[in-house]
């Protein structure tokens, strides 16, 4: 007998939970700018607990002190983020959307991260022209069909040895479904056509299932 897909998202979603339990503490000011992206009427799509926190570990791990993020709803990875750097260091995000921007503002003030985060306003292509090396470690999280775009200017501003982390890669497994070509989904089939073959990074994808489904993202180290 298959098990219904709701059947299996419940599975992820009480695995997920169990595993937090146990390694991710309570965290109100994480809770609250969640909440405050609901009331906003945001779409709730930005990175799992235990993903946000892989982000965080990702950046202690090389001591990361600039970090740029393309895509910051609410600022939820943001946090995550901006938590990883030293007081010194600093969070580039970069978002279209002005009502977007008002919250995460907001829940930047929250967190006590207001001076290590800045924000710029705008289509994130234009945003990026603007910016010069060198970051340690960009997460591309924004509109899929320009992550070809992200990822050249995410090569270009990330330092060697840095990381580069690409959200939302996997789609349910329908990327590699060529009878599919929903834009999305041929958002990253460009991306993986860019990154073939190119001698500057060494990536691989990583497939998750949790709270947010089944998806994955692609972790790569700039050469
Ligand atoms: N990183 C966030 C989730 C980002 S959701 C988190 O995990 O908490 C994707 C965001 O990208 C949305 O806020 C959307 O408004 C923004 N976005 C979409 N197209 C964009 C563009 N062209 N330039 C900048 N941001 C864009
Ligand atoms: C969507 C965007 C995301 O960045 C994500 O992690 C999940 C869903 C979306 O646009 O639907
Ligand atoms: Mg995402």
């Known amino acids: 007998m298959s098990t219904s897909s709701q059947e299996l998202q419940a599975n992820w979603t009480r695995s997920d939970q169990y595993h937090n339990a146990h390694l991710i503490p309570e965290d109100p000011i994480l809770s609250t700018a ?3 992206s609901d009331d906003a009427g945001l779409d709730r799509i930005a990175v799992s607990q ?3 926190k892989l982000l965080h570990l990702f950046a202690r791990s090389i001591q ?8 910051t709803l609410g600022g939820y990875s943001t946090i995550w983020l901006a938590r990883a750097v030293p007081q010194d260091g ?3 995000t970069l978002e279209l ?3 977007h921007v008002k919250v995460a503002s907001k829940n930047f003030a929250l967190a006590g991260l207001s001076e290590k985060i800045k924000i710029i306003v705008g289509p994130a292509a234009q945003s990026l022209e603007t910016l010069r090396p ?3 470690l960009a997460f591309i999280d924004a509109d899929k069909q320009s992550n070809a775009i992200y990822y050249q200017h995410a090569k270009r501003l990330v330092r060697s040895g840095g990381i580069i982390i690409i959200d939302n890669v996997v789609r349910q497994g329908l990327v590699a479904d060529t009878s599919r070509t929903d834009e999305r989904i041929e958002g ?3 991306l993986l056509r860019a990154m073939k073959g190119d001698e500057e990074v060494d990536a691989t994808t990583v497939a ?3 709270e947010k489904g089944y998806d994955g993202l692609i972790f790569a180290v700039r050469k």
Not at 64 to 69: D, T
């Open 34 to 36: 969640l909440q405050n």
């Open 50 to 52: 235990s993903q946000g």
């Open 64 to 71: 990361a002190k600039r970090i740029l993020e393309v895509g």
């Open 90 to 92: 600093e969070v580039v």
């Open 97 to 99: 959307e002005e009502e």
């Open 134 to 136: 060198s970051f340690d």
């Open 188 to 190: 990253v089939r460009a």
């Open 208 to 210: 998750t299932v949790g």
